[in-house]
């Protein structure tokens, strides 16, 4: 069965610290690896995403580092700020019409100032 | 603002009763997904279309939705005989080329089953 597994569950970092979040994955055939957010009372919405032929992809303050060997991959917040407090979900997708979305467990993180 | 436009925003009903929510796709968006969102944000995945046609549906949707993408009318998914653990958001989404990648998400539909 396919699983993307997604550590912490729960996250509370402080105003300006770099918050981490981190995903493992099974399926060697996933080669797109998204990160979304969810505010309360809203639906996913993308942040970023990488695919394997990178090992690191940079939006702004969001940062993915990812790690094909392990098969692991991680969303980095630099300068957290208050309104980055949401619930953080990675996913992974194999390509083609097909191409649904296996999400992990949600990190729900907390920016306290 | 989401582009992929869901109704209702809010269902509620009582156990054995049908439940239905639509979904308009964005424009030009060939492929639509169905996810369902339980209480404890574990996402499933449900069935996806192709213009009017079935990709792939999980056996839970094969057995009791009933969920269709007419041409020019909204997509819809209908529960046969709702229980109360149908309780979910349940979130559209389409996609301009099928896979992940152009992945957009409706509001969703929040179905309370009493």
């Known amino acids: 069965q396919q699983q993307v597994r997604q550590s912490p569950q729960s996250l509370t970092v402080w105003e300006g610290e770099t918050a981490i979040l981190n995903c493992s994955y099974e399926d060697s055939t996933f080669d797109y690896f998204p990160w979304y957010h969810q505010f309360p009372g809203e639906s996913p919405a993308l942040l970023i995403a990488?695919?394997?032929?990178?090992n690191k992809k940079e939006d702004g303050r969001f940062t993915i580092f990812f790690n094909k060997r392990e098969k692991k991959f991680s969303l980095h917040i630099a300068d957290s700020q208050p309104g980055d407090s949401a619930t953080y979900f990675c996913?992974?997708?194999?390509?083609?019409?097909?191409?649904?979305?296996?999400f992990g467990e949600g990190t729900q993180v907390t920016v306290i100032s | 603002n989401s582009k992929v436009i869901q109704t209702p925003r809010y269902l509620v009903k009582g156990q054995g009763q049908k439940a239905k929510m639509r979904c308009i796709p964005e424009?030009?968006?060939?492929?639509v997904f169905w996810y369902q969102q339980n209480k404890n944000n574990e996402f499933k995945f449900l069935i996806n279309?192709?213009?009017?046609?079935?990709?792939?549906q999980i056996d839970m949707t094969e057995k009791r939705f009933s969920a269709e993408c007419p041409s020019n009318s909204p997509c819809s998914l209908e529960i046969q005989s709702s229980e109360a653990g149908d309780s979910a958001l349940y979130l559209c989404a389409s996609s301009l080329q099928g896979g992940a990648e152009t992945l957009y998400f409706g509001s969703g539909t929040r179905l309370t089953v009493l």
């Open positions: 996913a992974a997708s194999t390509g083609g019409l097909s191409g649904k979305l296996t």
């Open positions: 424009k030009g968006h060939p492929v």
């Open positions: 279309f192709q213009n009017q046609e079935v990709l792939q």
């Open positions: 990488i695919r394997p032929v990178s």
